[in-house]
Nanobody, 127 residues
Framework: QVQLVESGGGTVQAGGSLRLSCTAY????????MGWFRQAPGKEREAVAT????????DYTDSVKGRFTISHDNAKNTLYLQMNSLQPEDTAMYYC????????????????????WGQGTQVTVSS
């Protein structure tokens, strides 16, 4: 079995920070891309930050560059998203995801190919 479990969401005022965590349980073979996605009410799901497992190369959507940092702790099997200078437009349900088993390319900031998903953690930013 493979399970991704997110934590760290909550409510914060504009300008504040949160750190999201995603821990993988069970055996996962051939992990390529890992990433954080978000979806706000009435909007489509958006890739926020990704990391290519083999090299550690990261990528971010333009709206979070300079504010968010994605990282991976191999020893803990945990993916992190450090979110600083949060703004109301960051309010959304945040999901972690992994691309496992099929190599689709090392450019991970995309909306296809992710086949393992967490249940999500809510982030709410008040003005």
């Amino acid at each position: 079995q493979v399970q991704l479990v997110e934590s760290g969401g909550g409510t914060v005022q504009a300008g504040g920070s949160l750190r999201l965590s995603c821990t993988a349980y069970g055996y996962i073979v051939s992990t390529y891309c890992m990433g954080w996605f978000r979806q706000a009410p009435g909007k489509e799901r958006e890739a926020v930050a990704t990391i290519y497992s083999d090299t550690g190369v990261t990528d971010y959507t333009d709206s979070v560059k300079g504010r968010f940092t994605i990282s991976h702790d191999n020893a803990k099997n945990t993916l992190y998203l450090q979110m600083n200078s949060l703004q109301p437009e960051d309010t959304a349900m945040y999901y972690c995801a992994a691309e496992v088993g099929i190599f689709r390319g090392s450019n991970c900031l995309r909306n296809y190919g992710y086949n393992y998903w967490g249940q999500g953690t809510q982030v709410t930013v008040s003005s």
